[in-house]
C-alpha cells in the first residue's frame, strides 16, 4: 500500500496532518522524529509536523537528521519547516511578531505545491519564530506581512517548507495545498473509512472477545457514537452503557439524555446521579489542572463501583470511553506534546489501564468531523450527531474558581495595550484572572482582555489578533455587550450548588436564543463561562460562540448585535452583572476557558 508518514514533533495538530492525508485518499500514519532512513523506505513521502519547542532550544525533540536526505518528497510544517531550513543552514530566529490564529497568506500560484490556489487567502498561524533567512537553492513561494517566508521550495531537493497549517479546517486553501503534496509525492488513492472501519471491527473484536464491556456514555457525540459502534460490533447483550450525572451537567441534560437514548432504542443503557460524591471532591479546589483531574479519576471510581455492583468486576470485564484524538493531544498525551489542558478521560487511572489492556477507546484515532461522519453511516438520528460537544468535566470548567485574591497585571503588558487600544479608536482593561490558551503548541495561562467595543466582528477580528500577537501576557480578548457597571470586583469562588445552578440558568438562556434564531447547528460550540467577578455584587458570564470542525481549532462565531442585546436583557432579568464575548480564534484562545 503507497503511503505517507507524518514524523510527530509533538504539535498539536501533527495527527490532525495524518488525518487529512486520509480523507484525501492516500494511507497515513504517525512515526516518531528518531525513526531511521531506512524506516521510511515503506513511504512515498514525508511530512514533518509542527511542535511546541523552539529549533535553537537545548532541549529539542530527539530527531534523526538523515531524514532529511530521505529521497522522496518532504514537507515541512510550522516547527517541521523552521527545522528543516535550520538543519540546511538556514536561519531561524524569533519573529518580530508572533502570529497566532487568521493572517492573509500571498500565494505564488505558479509553483505546482501551491496549483490552483487563492493568491490571497487565510490561512492559520501558531508560531513564535520564523526563517529569517532561506537556505541555499530554496526560493520563496508565499508569505504574510510579518512573514516572508510563510512557503518555500528547493525543488531540486523536493523539498517544501509551510510556516502556517494547512491542516487546519481555518486555513481556506490548506487541503489544496496538501491535496498538491500528494500529487507531488504520485501515489494512488485507495483509502476510504470503510477500510478503516474493517480495521476498527477487528481490533475492537480481538480486544473485547469473551469481556463485558462497560462504557462511559456522557450523551455527547463521541461517546454516543462510541456506543452505537459497540453496539453493532459486539452486540448490546455483551455492552453495558452507564450514564452519571456528576452535578455538573447542564439543565436538564441527564433527563433529556436518558430520554434520547431509550427513544432510539438504546435499552442497555443504566444512571446512575454522583452529584454529591463529585461536588465533595472539588469542594474548595481552584487550579483548572486539579479540578480536572478530580472529575475524571472520580467518573472511573464511580464507574468501577457501578460495575461492581452488577457483579461485572474481574477478569472478564473491560471498561470504555470515548475518547477521540483532540482529548489525546491536547492531554500531551504524545511524547513530544506540551500538556495544554488534561482531559477527564487522560487521567492517571485511565492510562493505567490503556497499558493493562482494560480499557478500550474506539474513537481514539479520530477527530470531531469523522467521529460525526461514523455516527452518520451507524444511522444515529442527526439531533444526537450534532448536538454541541460538552466538555466531560461539564460545568466545572465553565465555573472558574478562585479565592478572591487580585492576581496583578505587569504595567509592561498594560503599556504595551494602550497604543493598541489607540489605533482602534477603543477602550480596554487587562482583567486580573487567568484564562488557559494554547500558542506555538504549547499552554499559556495568561490575562483576558477586554474591550469596550461594539460587536463590529470585522473590526473585532482585527484588534483580537493585533493584541493577543504583539502582548505575551494576553492570551484572550473579550468584549462588553452589556452590563450594569463597568467597575469589576474579584469574588471568592468554587464549585458549589448555587453557582452551579446559576451558570446553569444562564447557560439555558443562552442556549435557547440559540433555538429560537435557527443558529444552534451554524454554530458548533457555545460554552457559556461564570467567572470570578462580579459588577454591583452580580455574577459576570461571558459567552464563547465559535465555528470549528475538529476542534483543533476555532473562530469566534459573529451573533447578530440586536439578538446579542435581547440575549443580555434575558440574562440581566435574573441577576447577571454583565455579559461579555469571547472574540479569541483557537490559537491562541482554547475553546474552554479552563
Not at 247 to 269: A, C, P, Q, T, V
Not at 348 to 371: C, F, H, R
Not at 454 to 481: G, L, Y
Request: hydrophobic share 40%; proline share 5%; aromatic share 8%.
Amino acid at each position: 500500500m503507497e503511503k505517507i508518514a507524518v514524523i510527530d514533533f509533538g504539535g498539536q495538530y501533527a495527527h490532525l496532518i495524518a488525518n487529512r492525508i486520509r480523507r484525501l485518499g492516500v494511507y497515513s500514519e504517525v512515526i516518531p522524529p528518531t525513526s531511521s532512513l531506512e524506516d521510511t523506505e515503506q513511504f512515498s513521502g514525508l511530512v514533518f509536523s509542527g511542535g511546541p519547542a523552539s529549533v535553537y532550544a537545548s532541549d529539542i525533540p530527539e530527531f534523526n537528521a538523515e531524514l532529511i536526505s530521505a529521497v522522496m518528497p518532504i514537507l515541512g510544517i510550522c516547527y517541521g519547516h523552521q527545522l528543516i531550513c535550520r538543519h540546511l543552514a538556514g536561519e531561524v530566529t524569533r519573529g518580530k511578531v508572533h502570529e497566532f490564529g487568521p493572517s492573509t497568506f500571498t500565494a505564488d500560484t505558479t509553483h505546482p505545491l501551491l496549483k490552483d490556489v487563492s493568491p490571497n487567502s487565510k490561512v492559520w498561524m501558531s508560531h513564535g519564530d520564523e526563517v529569517s533567512q532561506l537556505p541555499e537553492d530554496f526560493t520563496s513561494i508565499g508569505s504574510t506581512s510579518d512573514c516572508r517566508n510563510a512557503a518555500v521550495a528547493c525543488d531540486d531537493l523536493k523539498i517544501y517548507g509551510l510556516q502556517f497549517h494547512p491542516e487546519v479546517t481555518h486555513t481556506e486553501e490548506g487541503i489544496r495545498i496538501l491535496d498538491n503534496f500528494i500529487n507531488l509525492c504520485k501515489v494512488q488513492r485507495k483509502w476510504n473509512m470503510k477500510r478503516y472501519f474493517q480495521i476498527l471491527e477487528e481490533r475492537v473484536n480481538e480486544q473485547c472477545k469473551g469481556k463485558k464491556v462497560f462504557l462511559l456514555v456522557s450523551g455527547g457525540v463521541d461517546s454516543t457514537v462510541a456506543f452505537a459502534l459497540l453496539n453493532k460490533i459486539l452486540g448490546p447483550d455483551q455492552v453495558i452503557g452507564l450514564h452519571i450525572d456528576n452535578g455538573l451537567m447542564r439543565k436538564n441534560e441527564s433527563s433529556d439524555i436518558i430520554d434520547y437514548m431509550k427513544k432510539e432504542g438504546f435499552n442497555n443503557l443504566i444512571f446512575c446521579d454522583a452529584t454529591d460524591t463529585f461536588l465533595s471532591r472539588l469542594q474548595g479546589k481552584i487550579a483548572p489542572e486539579e479540578k480536572r483531574n478530580i472529575i475524571g479519576a472520580t467518573f472511573i471510581e464511580v464507574l468501577k463501583e457501578r460495575a461492581a455492583s452488577l457483579k461485572q468486576d474481574g477478569e472478564n470485564l473491560i471498561l470504555a470511553q470515548g475518547t477521540t484524538y483532540p482529548d489525546t493531544i491536547e492531554s500531551g498525551g504524545t511524547k513530544n506534546a506540551a500538556t495544554i489542558k488534561t482531559h477527564h478521560n487522560r487521567v492517571l487511572e485511565a492510562l493505567n489501564m490503556l497499558e493493562k489492556g482494560t480499557l478500550i477507546e474506539p474513537l481514539a484515532e479520530l477527530y470531531k468531523d469523522e467521529v460525526r461522519e461514523l455516527g452518520e453511516t451507524l444511522g444515529i438520528p442527526a439531533e444526537l450527531i450534532w448536538r454541541h460537544p460538552f466538555p466531560g468535566p461539564g460545568l466545572g470548567v465553565r465555573l472558574l474558581c478562585h479565592t478572591g485574591e487580585v492576581q496583578p497585571v505587569e504595567e509592561t503588558a498594560t503599556a504595551a495595550l494602550q497604543p493598541i487600544l489607540k489605533k482602534y479608536n477603543t477602550d480596554g482593561i487587562i482583567l486580573p484572572i487567568n484564562s488557559v490558551g494554547v500558542q506555538g503548541d504549547s499552554r499559556t495561562y495568561a490575562h483576558p482582555c477586554l474591550l469596550y467595543i461594539e460587536p463590529n466582528w470585522v473590526k473585532c477580528e482585527q484588534i483580537s489578533t493585533d493584541i493577543t500577537n504583539n502582548i505575551r501576557d494576553i492570551n484572550r480578548v473579550i468584549i462588553e455587550i452589556g452590563s450594569v457597571s463597568r467597575e469589576h470586583k474579584m469574588v471568592q469562588t468554587f464549585c458549589d450548588k448555587n453557582n452551579l445552578e446559576f451558570l446553569r440558568q444562564a447557560d439555558d438562556i443562552c442556549t435557547q436564543m440559540l433555538f429560537e434564531n435557527n443558529l444552534y447547528r451554524d454554530i458548533w460550540q457555545m460554552p457559556v463561562v461564570l467567572l470570578p467577578l462580579q459588577a454591583n455584587g452580580k455574577p459576570i458570564i461571558v459567552m464563547r460562540p465559535i465555528y470549528s470542525a475538529e476542534a483543533m481549532t476555532a473562530d469566534f462565531a459573529k451573533i447578530d448585535a440586536n439578538l446579542l442585546k435581547k440575549l443580555w436583557q434575558q440574562l440581566e432579568s435574573i441577576g447577571t452583572g454583565a455579559l461579555w464575548y469571547d472574540i479569541t480564534p483557537k490559537p491562541p484562545g482554547t475553546i474552554e476557558w479552563e
